[in-house]
Protein backbone atom coordinates (compact mmCIF):
# COMPACT_ATOMS: atom_id res chain seq x y z
CA UNK A 1 0.00 0.00 0.00
CA UNK A 2 1.66 3.30 -1.35
CA UNK A 3 1.72 5.81 1.63
CA UNK A 4 -0.75 8.45 1.86
CA UNK A 5 -0.44 11.92 4.42
CA UNK A 6 -3.23 12.08 6.69
CA UNK A 7 -2.97 15.97 6.65
CA UNK A 8 -2.00 16.32 2.33
CA UNK A 9 -5.17 18.56 2.49
CA UNK A 10 -3.91 21.15 4.96
CA UNK A 11 -0.47 21.10 3.63
CA UNK A 12 -2.29 21.88 -0.45
CA UNK A 13 -3.55 24.58 1.52
CA UNK A 14 -0.96 26.34 3.63
CA UNK A 15 0.93 25.95 -0.15
CA UNK A 16 -1.66 27.91 -1.57
CA UNK A 17 -1.98 30.28 1.16
CA UNK A 18 2.11 30.93 0.53
CA UNK A 19 1.85 31.32 -3.08
CA UNK A 20 -1.11 33.76 -2.92
CA UNK A 21 1.25 35.69 -0.37
CA UNK A 22 4.36 35.14 -2.64
CA UNK A 23 1.90 37.59 -5.67
CA UNK A 24 1.35 40.24 -2.36
CA UNK A 25 4.99 40.66 -2.31
CA UNK A 26 5.29 41.03 -6.00
CA UNK A 27 2.58 43.54 -6.66
CA UNK A 28 4.17 45.04 -3.09
CA UNK A 29 7.51 45.24 -5.03
CA UNK A 30 5.85 46.39 -7.81
CA UNK A 31 4.27 49.45 -6.33
CA UNK A 32 7.98 50.32 -5.16
CA UNK A 33 8.97 50.05 -8.09
CA UNK A 34 6.56 52.20 -9.72
CA UNK A 35 6.94 54.94 -7.22
CA UNK A 36 10.45 55.16 -7.06
CA UNK A 37 10.29 55.66 -11.15
CA UNK A 38 8.05 58.65 -10.90
CA UNK A 39 10.96 59.72 -7.98
CA UNK A 40 13.63 59.33 -10.59
CA UNK A 41 11.11 61.30 -13.13
CA UNK A 42 10.36 64.23 -10.57
CA UNK A 43 13.95 64.69 -9.78
CA UNK A 44 14.64 64.86 -13.93
CA UNK A 45 11.78 67.32 -13.95
CA UNK A 46 13.24 69.56 -11.54
CA UNK A 47 16.95 69.65 -13.05
CA UNK A 48 15.33 70.26 -16.18
CA UNK A 49 13.09 73.15 -14.52
CA UNK A 50 16.51 74.42 -13.02
CA UNK A 51 18.55 74.48 -16.34
CA UNK A 52 15.46 76.02 -18.02
CA UNK A 53 15.41 78.93 -15.40
CA UNK A 54 19.24 79.38 -15.71
CA UNK A 55 18.49 80.35 -19.67
CA UNK A 56 15.62 81.71 -19.67
CA UNK A 57 14.44 85.60 -18.89
CA UNK A 58 14.35 87.08 -15.06
CA UNK A 59 10.80 87.78 -15.39
CA UNK A 60 9.70 84.46 -15.74
CA UNK A 61 11.82 83.53 -12.61
CA UNK A 62 8.39 83.86 -10.50
CA UNK A 63 6.69 81.35 -12.70
CA UNK A 64 9.57 78.98 -12.46
CA UNK A 65 9.53 79.41 -8.66
CA UNK A 66 6.47 78.23 -7.98
CA UNK A 67 6.80 75.11 -10.26
CA UNK A 68 9.83 74.38 -8.58
CA UNK A 69 7.80 74.34 -5.07
CA UNK A 70 5.40 72.16 -6.78
CA UNK A 71 7.84 69.71 -8.01
CA UNK A 72 9.23 69.81 -4.69
CA UNK A 73 5.98 69.08 -2.86
CA UNK A 74 5.31 66.33 -5.07
CA UNK A 75 8.99 64.74 -4.39
CA UNK A 76 8.02 65.30 -0.56
CA UNK A 77 4.62 63.30 -1.93
CA UNK A 78 6.50 60.74 -3.65
CA UNK A 79 8.67 60.19 -0.69
CA UNK A 80 6.28 59.77 1.88
CA UNK A 81 4.72 57.18 -0.21
CA UNK A 82 7.60 55.40 -0.81
CA UNK A 83 8.09 54.75 3.11
CA UNK A 84 4.21 53.96 3.03
CA UNK A 85 4.98 51.40 -0.04
CA UNK A 86 8.29 50.20 1.73
CA UNK A 87 6.61 49.80 4.91
CA UNK A 88 3.83 47.53 3.62
CA UNK A 89 6.65 45.63 1.39
CA UNK A 90 8.20 44.63 4.41
CA UNK A 91 4.97 43.50 6.19
CA UNK A 92 4.03 41.20 2.99
CA UNK A 93 7.48 40.04 2.98
CA UNK A 94 7.19 38.94 7.00
CA UNK A 95 3.52 37.52 6.23
CA UNK A 96 5.56 35.47 3.39
CA UNK A 97 8.39 34.29 5.74
CA UNK A 98 5.42 32.94 7.97
CA UNK A 99 3.67 31.35 5.69
CA UNK A 100 6.78 29.93 4.65
CA UNK A 101 7.42 28.30 7.84
CA UNK A 102 4.14 26.99 8.02
CA UNK A 103 4.35 24.75 4.87
CA UNK A 104 8.08 23.77 5.61
CA UNK A 105 6.38 22.67 9.15
CA UNK A 106 4.32 20.59 7.73
CA UNK A 107 6.37 19.28 4.86
CA UNK A 108 8.58 18.13 7.44
CA UNK A 109 5.90 16.67 9.61
CA UNK A 110 5.63 14.56 5.94
CA UNK A 111 8.87 13.51 6.12
CA UNK A 112 9.11 12.23 9.18
CA UNK A 113 5.45 10.46 8.39
CA UNK A 114 6.89 8.90 5.31
CA UNK A 115 10.12 7.60 7.16
CA UNK A 116 7.98 6.01 9.87
CA UNK A 117 5.73 4.23 7.48
CA UNK A 118 9.24 2.97 5.73
CA UNK A 119 10.53 1.44 8.73
CA UNK A 120 6.99 0.10 9.20
CA UNK A 121 6.61 -1.25 5.89
CA UNK A 122 10.71 -2.71 6.44
CA UNK A 123 9.26 -4.25 9.73
CA UNK A 124 6.49 -5.47 8.41
CA UNK A 125 8.45 -7.25 5.42
CA UNK A 126 11.44 -8.34 8.09
CA UNK A 127 8.83 -10.33 10.15
CA UNK A 128 6.93 -12.15 7.24
CA UNK A 129 10.45 -13.20 5.56
CA UNK A 130 11.06 -14.67 9.36
CA UNK A 131 7.69 -16.35 9.28
CA UNK A 132 8.25 -17.77 5.51
CA UNK A 133 12.24 -18.77 7.17
CA UNK A 134 10.85 -20.09 10.13
CA UNK A 135 7.97 -22.27 8.23
CA UNK A 136 10.40 -23.28 5.37
CA UNK A 137 13.07 -24.40 8.42
CA UNK A 138 10.11 -25.95 10.25
CA UNK A 139 8.84 -28.28 7.04
CA UNK A 140 13.32 -29.20 6.55
CA UNK A 141 13.40 -30.41 10.24
CA UNK A 142 9.85 -32.56 9.41
CA UNK A 143 11.39 -33.98 6.17
CA UNK A 144 14.43 -34.81 8.04
CA UNK A 145 12.88 -36.28 11.17
CA UNK A 146 11.02 -38.58 8.51
CA UNK A 147 13.91 -39.26 6.34
CA UNK A 148 15.64 -39.99 9.44
CA UNK A 149 12.78 -42.18 11.24
CA UNK A 150 12.49 -44.05 7.44
Do not use: C, W
Not at 89 to 118: A, G
Amino acid sequence: MPFRYRLQKFLEIRIKKKEEQLQEVVKAQAEVDRILLLIQKNKAKIKQTIADMRKSDPQMYEAFDRYLKSLYDEDERLNEELQKALENLEHQKELLREREKEVNVLEKHKENKREEYIKEEKAAELKLLNEIGSQKHYAKSVEKRQENGD
